[in-house]
């Protein structure tokens, strides 16, 4: 059973859909956050298959478009992260309010940028029941982006030069982020810089719309977000993650779980072979779907 529902988050109205399982309930829930870009409620095919395997295990999900992607309002491009958090902390409160959920367990599933955003509203809402970030950055948008430039130009046959060069670029970006400069000042030192070339040969180039989102990202970082953090948090990887540092972000994760003053469990899962979705080719790696499920029935505060 499902229905298209539509919340409020300040003055941006989401468009969504609820899913219900089978049976009166209550059933637990999640909310579903997606990633980078313009993503709506199915995160491309993502999610569809990872609902559908929810569900078969009792639990409601809630999805909904990112801020001006199919049925929303607003922009992504003018939003921070702060924004977003709150979009799903909005889609928590509305998950909660369901009559066939119970509301003391409701948890939020972020994938890859979603992953910063949950970890941001986990840090707000005292009694979210549990956190999960699938190929969730644990370091910094500069450091991940950094290495996700890094690892495509290595594909692409960059030289280890060529690389350095790209680099040295990049950071020179971030600063710019940081010092608030206008697009238009730099557009030109970067069309003229063989190096920014040999990075959008890889991907997309900046445009004014888009770097004035990098500009309100640029210096996020979880880290202090993961010290706020209460409840249950099940980080899950790809071994053969090429956008998310893997070992780095472990490393956060945990260091961050030691030094909380009131300590929620962590749980870390790294699947061989896979990659940013946690596939290998067109499946889930073996074991994915279970271990998700699994840890979710456990992190349940009425079981």
């Not at 295990?57 to 001006?68: E, T, W």
């Not at 053969?240 to 490393?251: D, K, N």
């Not at 929620?264 to 499946?283: K, L, Q, S, W, Y």
């Given at each position: 059973?499902?229905?298209?529902?539509?919340?409020?988050?300040?003055?941006?109205?989401?468009?969504?859909?609820?899913?219900?399982?089978?049976?009166?309930?209550?059933?637990?829930?999640?909310?579903?956050?997606?990633?980078?870009?313009?993503?709506?409620?199915?995160?491309?095919?993502?999610?569809?298959?990872?609902?559908?395997?929810?569900?078969?295990?009792?639990?409601?999900?809630?999805?909904?478009?990112?801020?001006?992607?199919?049925?929303?309002?607003?922009?992504?491009?003018?939003?921070?992260?702060?924004?977003?958090?709150?979009?799903?902390?909005?889609?928590?409160?509305?998950?909660?309010?369901?009559?066939?959920?119970?509301?003391?367990?409701?948890?939020?599933?972020?994938?890859?940028?979603?992953?910063?955003?949950?970890?941001?509203?986990?840090?707000?809402?005292?009694?979210?029941?549990?956190?999960?970030?699938?190929?969730?950055?644990?370091?910094?948008?500069?450091?991940?982006?950094?290495?996700?430039?890094?690892?495509?130009?290595?594909?692409?046959?960059?030289?280890?030069?060529?690389?350095?060069?790209?680099?040295?670029?990049?950071?020179?970006?971030?600063?710019?982020?940081?010092?608030?400069?206008?697009?238009?000042?730099?557009?030109?030192?970067?069309?003229?810089?063989?190096?920014?070339?040999?990075?959008?040969?890889?991907?997309?180039?900046?445009?004014?719309?888009?770097?004035?989102?990098?500009?309100?990202?640029?210096?996020?970082?979880p880290s202090a977000d993961l010290i706020r953090l209460r409840c249950p948090h099940l980080a899950?990887?790809?071994?053969?993650?090429?956008?998310?540092?893997?070992?780095?972000?472990?490393?956060?994760?945990?260091?961050?779980?030691?030094?909380?003053?009131?300590?929620?469990?962590?749980?870390?899962?790294?699947?061989?072979?896979?990659?940013?979705?946690?596939?290998?080719?067109?499946?889930?790696?073996?074991?994915?779907?279970?271990?998700?499920?699994?840890?979710?029935?456990?992190?349940?505060?009425?079981?």
């Open positions: 059973m499902h229905q298209d529902v539509s919340f409020s988050s300040g003055d941006v109205t989401l468009a969504g859909t609820l899913w219900l399982p089978a049976g009166s309930g209550p059933h637990p829930g999640v909310v579903m956050v997606g990633g980078s870009g313009p993503t709506d409620r199915d995160n491309d095919v993502l999610f569809p298959p990872i609902r559908a395997h929810l569900l078969s295990a009792g639990f409601a999900v809630l999805s909904y478009d990112k801020r001006g992607v199919g049925g929303s309002s607003g922009n992504w491009l003018t939003s921070s992260y702060g924004d977003l958090a709150a979009d799903a902390a909005a889609a928590v409160r509305l998950l909660r309010s369901q009559p066939q959920v119970d509301t003391a367990a409701v948890g939020l599933f972020g994938h890859s940028e979603g992953g910063w955003v949950v970890l941001r509203a986990a840090a707000q809402i005292a009694d979210l029941a549990y956190v999960v970030t699938n190929s969730g950055p644990g370091v910094s948008l500069a450091r991940q982006d950094r290495w996700a430039t890094a690892n495509a130009l290595r594909a692409d046959g960059a030289t280890p030069s060529e690389i350095a060069a790209c680099e040295a670029t990049h950071d020179q970006i971030m600063r710019w982020a940081g010092q608030g400069v206008a697009f238009a000042e730099m557009k030109d030192v970067l069309d003229a810089d063989p190096a920014y070339q040999r990075i959008i040969a890889c991907g997309p180039a900046l445009t004014e719309d888009s770097w004035e989102f990098v500009k309100l990202v640029h210096n996020h970082d899950l990887f790809g071994a053969a993650e090429t956008v998310v540092p893997v070992a780095a972000s472990v490393t956060a994760f945990a260091t961050a779980a030691c030094n909380r003053p009131d300590p929620g469990p962590i749980t870390m899962e790294i699947f061989p072979d896979a990659d940013h979705r946690i596939r290998i080719g067109d499946d889930f790696a073996p074991g994915y779907l279970a271990t998700l499920t699994r840890w979710l029935s456990a992190a349940q505060p009425n079981r």
